[in-house]
């Protein structure tokens, strides 16, 4: 077994593990287990200072992007796609599936939005039904300022979707201030849960646009709106994962009772990038460094497949390369939630200054 040091997933809690061993009911007809649900659900809303209302979806963190867009997206629809990573121009792939326009707010991919440009912009454009944007964009490890962002949109009344699926619990996310309409979580990242999760918040001004919606929307699974009413009819659209859930509310009940952990993902985020600077390496962002994923350029004579295959042979860790226009430019080392610990990210930086050295 690798230790696992990538930007996601992230190593488990041995509680968490066992919490989805328990015995289990069904789920479709034992009302405790609605219950629980609600009560998990509304433990996700309390953890990211909501009063919105978050549902839990049965599918990896792509699937809460997707169904975000799918429910508010009509045919026509113009959308605003933030494009300063490979996660944040993916989005108008989601709007283009059901029948939207997106137009791109094009931005570096080494920065950080920045939030006066960016007002600039929305005061001679802001024809949109919506905009979708990233709060860390993992390819690159960048981290964007989407609760100012969010309100930013919210003066122009255009509806924000926001992916903070590898923030989210190791970045300070406060819903309600940054007016944030849709935001979309997953379970493998900082919260430390295994793949298979998705979990997404939802602003009355969001579940109005979905009601009011002149066409059906165009999928069932990836349709948030069939979720609105499962406490009071007591009925889910589909069968939920139980275990999947027991293991994931053992990880909020983790998050919620550490509550240093915005500083300890601080500290060692820094901790990585100087230790970076110091082997001689570069950093590929110029500032908005993520406190989740440190993303390094990959130095002249080495390919980044020899780091990370020397990196798995010789000591056993796991990290990740990257992929898109990032592809073999950068490695990636993931310091989220359980993976967010000293002893880890000493023992992966050792590790790799050791390949380096061999690999020179």
């Not at 310091?335 to 050791?354: I, P, R």
Request: net charge negative.
């Amino acid at each position: 077994m690798y230790k696992i040091m990538t930007p996601g997933p992230t190593q488990v809690r041995e509680n968490v593990r066992m919490a989805r061993s328990l015995a289990c009911t069904n789920p479709d007809l034992d009302p405790e287990f609605y219950d629980y649900y609600r009560d998990t659900c509304s433990l996700i809303s309390e953890l990211l200072e909501t009063e919105n209302p978050a549902y839990i979806l049965d599918g990896e963190g792509i699937l809460g992007l997707e169904a975000a867009c799918a429910s508010l997206t009509e045919p026509g629809d113009r959308v605003l796609v933030v494009d300063n990573g490979v996660y944040g121009r993916g989005f108008a792939d989601f709007v283009k599936i059901y029948g939207g326009e997106p137009v791109f707010y094009e931005a570096p991919y080494t920065r950080a939005i920045d939030v006066k440009a960016f007002r600039a912009y929305l005061k001679e454009h802001h024809d949109f039904k919506y905009a979708a944007m990233v709060h860390c964009d993992t390819p690159s490890g960048v981290l964007n300022p989407v609760e100012e962002m969010g309100r930013a949109l919210h003066e122009y009344g255009i509806l924000s979707i926001v992916d903070s699926v590898s923030a989210m619990f190791g970045e300070p996310l406060h819903v309600d201030a940054g007016q944030l309409d849709i935001v979309c979580g997953g379970s493998q990242k900082a919260l430390s849960a295994p793949p298979g999760l998705t979990f997404v918040t939802v602003s009355p001004a969001a579940m109005k646009a979905m009601e009011g919606r002149k066409t059906p929307i165009a999928s069932f699974y990836a349709n948030i709106l069939v979720f609105r009413d499962y406490y009071k009819d007591q009925w889910f659209p589909y069968t939920m994962p139980i275990s999947d859930i027991c293991g994931l509310r053992t990880a909020l009940e983790n998050v919620k009772a550490d509550p240093g952990r915005f500083e300890r993902h601080r500290k060692l985020g820094e901790l990585c990038r100087k230790r970076i600077l110091d082997m001689g390496l570069s950093l590929y962002l110029e500032n908005g460094f993520s406190n989740t994923v440190t993303v390094v350029r990959v130095p002249d004579g080495i390919t980044a497949a020899d780091i990370l295959e020397a990196m798995k042979r010789e000591h056993g860790i796991m990290i990740a390369g990257s992929f898109d226009v990032l592809a073999g430019q950068v490695i990636r080392i993931g310091h989220m939630g359980e993976n967010a610990n000293e002893k880890d990210v000493c023992e992966t930086l050792d590790a790799l200054a050791d390949v380096l050295k061999k690999l020179a």
